[in-house]
């Protein structure tokens, strides 16, 4: 990972297990669990709640936004937000009982989307409950409200959520999921082939490496996969594209990658470890011995900084693509919420849910993008006090200066290209990277991989109509 990002997350280790393929029979345990709530006494929670009583549905392990509850609920007579947690015995978040609770017209109001921080998406499955109805368009009530319309807004990563022209879900702040390279090297554009990826390659020193030699197979994956994996679902047709040229590729690229990360061979308790690996990873990068970095960029500082990295500009390549679209996603930083179609009060909801668009007046250099204008334009272009270093002493610093205006220019060239996010359904997630295992292995050729995605996911989406 870039420096920024150990910088403020430490050290980025992944540790994914395959789900079990019964997760394709998910429409079943949604209808049993229906059935249970339809044979309960009729004064389940959502039907006994007061008429002036909100039920908010939390699906994060850490718990609701307390603080924004209570702050609105002191500030609204007429209405209260009641929370109600979505959690097994275990304190995992539990969709399959709220997605129950929904589709038998049974749900909460206002809803926590929840964060899978294995996949960099929701963990509810957002397309596939907009397309069926269950969530509220937000766009009108933007709109309509005084302190805000879509001209308050930064319309690129709300674009990028729509569903068939509608916005249903509100966020705060989001990154970019992107690939980085020396412009000098990978060129200066926005997207690549597997092939033109594989060339740039072909121009680096012996010993090199494409990404960071920390990466493995898994974390490749991660990164690409729960950008585009949405390309290949229509969930209004039920039908599914994996077959094609696009996701070949996809799987090629990720294969190139070694299966293990030097860090699954360290206990990852030994901080000095960890960090020994780290350092030797900075250390390749700044003597041009990687390509590309996978970055997870916010604002306008963290570009400079890399130029800075890569000894000159820096060109937001991407990850490889087959159709000639951007190879950037946003991801969602922060919490991300919904309002239910069958809101019992959709105004109170949304006073409750605008409060994410709205300004929040704080100047930020570091960070992630933030939706609403003002604050974009505020943090765009903040000086931090102090020196930014690489953090393992290898002489990297970045002296805080105004940006110049074609960096502020090239900046929002690149904001405004994307038109991905990460809101991939988890399940659909889960069952690709199950069926590449064996491919992996090299215990099946690419074509019968393909076709096992293709019934398994095909199968899930059917059962999920």
Not at 65 to 70: L, M, Y
Not at 454 to 461: A, D, H, K, M, P
Request: hydrophobic share 40%; net charge negative; proline share 4%.
């Amino acid at each position: 990972m870039i420096v920024l990002l150990l910088e403020e997350k430490g050290m980025v280790a992944f540790s994914k297990n395959l789900k079990d393929f019964s997760k394709v029979c998910f429409c079943l345990v949604l209808l049993t669990s229906v059935l249970l709530l339809a044979a309960c006494s009729a004064g389940t929670q959502s039907q006994s709640c007061p008429e002036n009583v909100l039920i908010y549905a939390n699906l994060n392990e850490r718990g609701s936004n307390r603080e924004a509850i209570d702050e609105f609920n002191r500030t609204h007579e007429d209405v209260q937000i009641e929370v109600r947690d979505y959690l097994d015995e275990e304190g995992k978040e539990d969709k399959t009982r709220l997605l129950a609770e929904i589709i038998a017209g049974k749900g909460p109001d206002i809803i926590d989307m929840g964060y899978d921080k294995d996949a960099f998406t929701t963990i509810m499955p957002y397309r596939r409950m907009a397309q069926a109805g269950y969530l509220e368009d937000l766009w009108p009530y933007v709109e309509n409200d005084p302190e805000l319309g879509r001209d308050a807004l930064l319309e690129a990563p709300l674009k990028a959520a729509e569903v068939d022209g509608g916005l249903y879900i509100a966020f705060r702040a989001v990154r970019i999921n992107t690939l980085v390279g020396a412009e000098s090297v990978v060129g200066d554009r926005t997207s690549w082939t597997l092939e033109e990826l594989m060339e740039a390659f072909a121009s680096m020193p012996p010993d090199s490496t494409i990404l960071d030699y920390l990466f493995s197979r898994s974390s490749v994956f991660t990164y690409i996969a729960c950008m585009c994996l949405d390309d290949y679902v229509d969930w209004e047709t039920g039908e599914c594209n994996f077959d094609s040229e696009g996701f070949r590729t996809l799987v090629e690229f990720v294969a190139s990658f070694p299966e293990k990360s030097p860090f699954d061979q360290i206990d990852g308790s030994d901080f000095k470890a960890v960090m020994e690996l780290n350092r030797e990873a900075a250390e390749r990068r700044l003597s041009g011995k990687q390509m590309l970095e996978a970055a997870m960029l916010g604002k306008l500082e963290e570009l400079l900084y890399l130029d800075l990295e890569f000894g000159g500009k820096a060109a937001c390549v991407g990850y490889p693509v087959g159709d000639g679209s951007v190879g950037s996603s946003f991801f969602i930083a922060g919490r991300s919420l919904a309002i239910s179609s069958t809101c019992r009060n959709k105004e109170a909801a949304w006073d409750f849910i605008r409060q994410t668009y709205l300004p929040t007046g704080k100047r930020e250099p570091l960070g992630p993008i933030p939706i609403n204008l003002k604050d974009y334009e505020m943090s765009k272009n903040c000086r931090k006090a102090v020196e930014r270093e690489d953090g393992f002493g290898l002489g990297v610093k970045f002296e805080p200066r105004s940006a110049t205006a074609e960096e502020e220019q090239r900046y929002e060239n690149l904001i405004n290209s994307i038109d991905k996010i990460d809101l991939c359904d988890k399940t659909v997630f889960d069952l690709v990277e199950e069926c590449l295992g064996p491919y992996f292995a090299g215990d099946k050729t690419l074509d019968e991989t393909v076709e096992m995605i293709q019934n398994r996911v095909g199968l899930y989406i059917s059962e999920s109509q």
